[in-house]
């Protein structure tokens, strides 16, 4: 543990001046449903709430498993965990041997590096090229491959670029990894939220697919601890399931109830209305940056969040050194891996009143 830092997201957040507005961290600020927040309070005050089983309610585990029918999983096939980040955790853990080679896109969410360490893995990483729109490169992918590589990792829609891979690019990995016996980790934790078509899963293409995702994102739940493992092989659900139980037990049993809900007409209605909402701020927000900044940023296809190129105007670290200082908080892209050195990921979870002052405190910061 003790080679691992606190990522520069944090650094920068937790630095943050008074009154900054933060286009840093990825939480929704969209309000969790009412019809969950008053579900979990009825659960709260009548019902006694004692442990689950360790993989979670039988019902919340069909609920995920019929969302994914392709796989036609039994109840076995998903484990509850609070929220995706354990589900990721464990299945890096439960996969990754010492010395283990794990293949991750660069740029991505730090969590990925950091997971890797924990299992004493080397992570190894395929460029999503900046200059391509990091875009998925198939040639990139196998050519981080290995004898040594045991897993790799997918991220769709991905923190921090915003961007969906095709299903073109989700068959060639597929292809790349069959017979290999390398296991991938797909990170679907934005599959809800997207602007277009609806993101396809990496598990419609390969079997030896875990599938980590919850409701913290579409359903605005991040503090709930919501979050699922899902794979069609059995025996590393049984193995998640075993590590999940010894670090956790379970997840919170009000939320797991309240999460029954999680995909009820109502619920399904919050998440259209997540998706407008992000994709109409996304389009404003990179307009704006065009606008008032002269500076390009990449469209949005799912999450909420988007590259801010700002190579022409020098370091990364510095330039959102320089926002944080006129109480603007971004993160440098460096924080995400080396090829998105010179852009700044921006998260557009904030009124357009709020972007709107944000990109003028940048255009301060940045053009004095
Ligand atoms: C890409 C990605 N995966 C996983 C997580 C973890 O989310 P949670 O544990 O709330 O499900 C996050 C949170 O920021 C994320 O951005």
């Known amino acids: 543990m003790r080679g691992l830092q606190p990522t520069l997201i944090r650094q920068f957040f937790e630095r943050a001046l008074p009154d900054s507005i933060n286009f840093g961290l990825g939480e929704p600020d969209l309000p969790t449903p009412q019809f969950l927040r008053d579900e979990a309070a009825r659960i709260a005050r009548d019902e006694q709430n004692g442990y689950t089983s360790h993989p979670g309610i039988p019902a919340l585990r069909d609920k995920i498993a019929e969302q994914y029918p392709h796989l036609d999983l039994p109840r076995t096939g998903v484990v509850v965990t609070c929220g995706s980040q354990e589900a990721m955790t464990d299945a890096f853990m439960c996969v990754v041997d ?10 991505s969410f730090p969590a ?9 893995g080397t992570p190894v990483y395929y460029r999503m090229p900046a200059d391509d729109d990091f875009k998925f490169d198939i040639s990139n992918f196998k050519a981080g491959i290995t004898e040594k590589t045991k897993a790799a990792v997918v991220i769709s829609p991905s923190n921090p670029t915003g961007k969906i891979m095709r299903p073109e690019d989700l068959k060639q990995i597929a292809e790349a990894l069959d017979g290999t016996g390398i296991w991938l980790i797909s990170d679907e934790i934005y599959s809800d939220l997207y602007f277009g078509e609806r993101p396809h899963s990496a598990s419609e293409y390969y079997d030896k697919t875990i599938i980590v995702s919850g409701l913290s994102k579409s359903l605005s739940m991040t503090g709930w601890r919501l979050g699922w493992a899902a794979s069609k092989d059995a025996a590393i659900m049984e193995a998640i399931q075993v590590l999940h139980g010894f670090t956790t037990v379970c997840t919170s049993t009000i939320t797991q109830k309240a999460s029954l809900l999680g995909w009820s007409d109502e619920a399904e209605a919050a998440k259209q209305h997540a998706r407008e909402v992000y994709k109409k701020r996304g389009e ?5 940056f065009d ?3 002269g ?7 799912g999450a909420f969040y988007t590259m801010l190129d700002v190579r022409s105007l020098g370091d ?4 959102a050194e320089k926002c944080l200082q006129n109480r603007v908080v971004t993160v440098p892209g460096v924080a995400f891996g080396d090829e998105a050195k010179g852009f700044l990921r921006i998260s557009f979870c904030n009124t357009e009143e709020k972007m709107a002052e944000g990109v003028a405190r940048m ?3 940045i053009r004095g």
Not at 98 to 107: F, M, R, S, T
Not at 112 to 120: E, G, L, N, S, V
Not at 316 to 319: G, S, Y
């Open 98 to 107: 010492q010395g283990d080679e794990v293949l991750l896109p660069n740029p």
């Open 363 to 365: 255009k301060k910061a």
């Open 284 to 288: 404003f927000l990179v307009d704006l």
């Open 112 to 120: 990925y590096d950091a997971c890797t360490r924990i299992a004493q």
């Open 295 to 301: 500076l390009r940023a990449t469209s949005p296809e």
């Open 291 to 293: 606008k008032e900044l």
């Open 316 to 319: 990364d670290v510095e330039i």
